[in-house]
Every structure is written in C-alpha cells, then in structure tokens.
C-alpha cells in the first residue's frame, strides 16, 4: 500500500478520442511524475510535476499534457489518441532517498 | 542517451540463489535503483545505490560497481511469491525522471 491512488483503473476508447487519467498522491509529496509501459516493457517517463509546474518531460508529443492541483492529486491528459497509446499509465510521487512510489496505473485501450 | 541492459528472464527454484545482471550507459550517473512488478501489479521500490558496494536489505542485495558501469540483484532463499518482473533504474536528469531497463522476468518453480 503506497498512498498512491488512480483513477479508473480500466478504460477504453477508441482513435482520436481524448482522454483524462487521474492520480492521487501521497499528502506531503509535491512531486509526480507519469509513465507509460507498454505491454512487457519498462515504464517510459512522460513527465514530472513539482508545485504545478511542468519541470521535466520525456520523449513525448504535445497531446501528451498534465496538471497538478494544491490537494496532492494530479492529471494525465492525452489527446487525439492513436493506437500505440495502449498501455498502462503509472503516475508515481516522490519519496525519500531517491525512492518513488507508484500507483496501480490505469489500463488504457485505443480500439 | 541512456540505456540499461539486464536479461529478458530468469528461472529459480524456491530455496535458490539468482543474481540479475544490469549494464547500463549514462551521460550522467546518480544512482542504480532496482524495482520489483509483479504482473498487473505498480512497481515497488526494493533497494538504490548511490555508491559503489553491496546494500543488503531482508533477502535482497544490490550491487553497484561505477567503474564497471554495472549492478546486480541478488534475491536469497527464493519464495514462490518472487515471480514477478525486476527493473533495474537509474535516475537521470537531476532526478526528475527514472530510466527503467526492459525488465528481468524471473520465474520461481517448486
């Protein structure tokens, strides 16, 4: 049990939808960070939050957004998905000693 | 860029000894931290080293050489509940973001 919650955990939606995943950190924790990981690979970082500010971000396409709100919760937002964007997306907040902590992520399928 | 190598899978026995290799090539280096998955499962911290050395935790151990750009995982007295996924990850970019290796998939049997 890491304090770290996502909502849903399951969604479905077909191309060039868009889509809002949400995350719950633990209190205290003003860093997030997002992944993508596809089936049988490593998470791939998206991007990190720190006091609502964007201030660091991974190979991927603008249509790949977020938010950071003062109550510790924050939001992926990805538009216009495409197929590859199938995966499971990790949201992970920031612990001591270099330790993150995940949530359980949210299985995204683009039919 | 960055990279990190490590097996595609590992089989045991319960009560076995398996080690989990990493490589790993980094413009900047801060540390190789190893993460446990368990499938459909978040992955879990299990151990970080800063320096070079062994960092024993419980049945775990991790091992850093910087020299050698490479870590291990040893994971002792092996439970059938140890299958999962072993990431080996290092921290990059002033710790903003995390590289995670393809991952190791062990697979414990009776």
């Known amino acids: 049990e890491t304090g770290v919650t996502q909502s849903p955990t399951h969604l479905i939606k077909t191309r060039g939808q868009q889509v809002t995943l949400r995350c719950s950190s633990q209190s205290g924790h003003n860093t997030v960070s997002w992944y993508q990981q596809a089936l049988g690979q490593g998470p791939q970082f998206i991007f990190q939050y720190y006091r609502e500010e964007e201030n660091g971000r991974g190979n991927f396409p603008p249509r790949f957004s977020g938010l950071q709100f003062p109550n510790y919760s924050s939001e992926l937002n990805v538009n216009a998905l495409e197929l590859d964007d199938s995966a499971l997306y990790l949201c992970?907040?920031?612990?001591?000693?270099?330790?993150?902590?995940f949530g359980p992520g949210t299985r995204l399928t683009v039919l | 860029g960055q990279s990190l190598e490590q097996p595609s899978e590992v089989t045991a026995v319960e009560g076995a000894i398996v080690q989990i290799n990493c490589t790993y090539q980094t413009s900047g280096f801060y540390g190789l931290s190893w993460y446990q998955q368990h499938d459909g499962g978040a992955p879990t911290f299990l151990s970080y080293n800063a320096l070079d050395g062994l960092e024993e935790t419980g049945r775990f151990s991790s091992f850093l050489s910087r020299s050698d750009s490479y870590g291990y995982l040893l994971l002792q007295e092996l439970q059938m509940k140890d299958s999962a996924s072993y990431f080996c990850v290092s921290p990059s970019g002033g710790y903003n973001k995390l590289i995670f290796g393809a991952g190791t998939r062990l697979a414990v049997h009776p």
């Open positions: 992970a907040s920031k612990g001591q000693n270099n330790e993150q902590f």
